[in-house]
């Protein structure tokens, strides 16, 4: 392409008007190479806010906490990435050592058994309450347009209030769930406070949270899938089960993929709620997860380095299974 555009320039200079040879498709390409180039020019400066905002706010950090992850900073001294920060890198730098310690670890596994664990149970649950959801709001039911703005309340509560409200309701104390568990006779389990119930609450208290953004996601997925799909069924005898395993289920699949990605990368940086919800991660550490030892070990044990390395780890694992996910999708994803 570079080889043409030179050609083509090297001709236009040769001769004011068209020349003999010169035809009408190397015309057109070079005026829409120019035009390319003329609006990528244009809109520079334009863009050019929004360039060193991601530069100095996301990409910076990012080099600068890969650089840290292969240092010894406890985070208790004053390091600046404009004066020194390399010099600081240098005089602290310990290499892979800080990713061999955490591998050598136990509690790493422990951690990623725990992430698992929740990913099991969260990921069915959201996939298949968001879709009910979707489903109910985009019914002509009288009463959903009420239904419309009460499902996304969750959404836009914060997460202190949402994890507040949810210890308050799984108390064993004086939470409401074990009233109604007790007044039909069955005594309520310790939820936050048990070893083996903490991390479904911790789930439960999620899918309440996120249930409503999917929600909308898969709402517009449905609101894109033809109408005539479903009439053309109808003719021929479809029932409802069939025309939503048939026709809802397959044309849905790239909205189901995106909110798979979406919500696997969500589910592997869950930290308010455990923050909030449990004290000190539960007991035993049964809502150990990546992003609160992340925290921890910042700002609680002053291991930076150590905890900028686990950042890194948490980072290749969300990315590894991205790229999984991108490959099987060939496999049950369908576009029309």
């Known amino acids: 392409m570079a080889n043409d555009t030179r050609r083509i320039c090297e001709k236009i200079r040769q001769a004011e008007t068209l020349p003999a040879g010169f035809h009408n498709e190397e015309w057109g390409t070079f005026m829409k190479l120019r035009n390319q180039k003329t609006g990528i020019v244009a809109a520079f400066p334009y863009l050019l806010p929004s360039l060193l905002g991601m530069a100095l706010f996301s990409v910076l950090p990012i080099v600068a906490s890969l650089c840290i992850s292969m240092t010894r900073w406890s985070g208790m001294t004053h390091v600046s990435i404009f004066h020194g920060f390399f010099t600081f890198v240098k005089e602290n730098f310990i290499g892979f050592q800080n990713y061999a310690a955490v591998f050598q670890e136990k509690e790493i596994w422990t951690v990623l058994s725990h992430n698992a664990y929740f990913l099991v149970l969260y990921m069915p649950l959201m996939l298949c309450m968001s879709l009910i959801l979707a489903v109910i709001v985009g019914s002509d039911h009288k009463a959903v347009g009420v239904y419309r ?164 780890i948490l980072f290749a694992i969300i990315f590894a299974i991205t790229i999984f996910q991108n490959l099987m999708q060939r496999k049950w994803v369908h576009y029309e």
């Open 149 to 312: 703005v009460i499902y996304y309340i969750p959404v836009l509560t914060s997460w202190v209030a949402g994890a507040l409200i949810w210890k308050w309701v799984l108390s064993s104390q004086y939470g409401p769930i074990n009233d109604i568990l007790g007044f039909v006779g069955i005594k309520g389990p310790a939820w936050l406070q048990s070893e083996i119930w903490a991390m479904p609450s911790i789930v439960l208290a999620s899918v309440w949270k996120d249930m409503g953004f999917y929600g909308m996601i898969f709402l517009g997925g449905l609101q894109s899938i033809s109408p005539e799909y479903y009439e053309a069924a109808k003719i021929d005898g479809a029932s409802a089960w069939q025309r939503f395993k048939r026709i809802t289920l397959p044309l849905l699949s790239p909205t189901t993929f995106y909110v798979m990605i979406l919500s696997l990368i969500n589910a592997f940086q869950i930290f308010p709620q455990v923050m909030v919800m449990t004290t000190d991660a539960g007991p035993n550490g049964a809502t150990q997860v990546m992003v609160e030892r992340i925290y921890k070990f910042a700002f609680s044990f002053g291991k930076m380095g150590y905890a900028a390395s686990y950042s890194w």
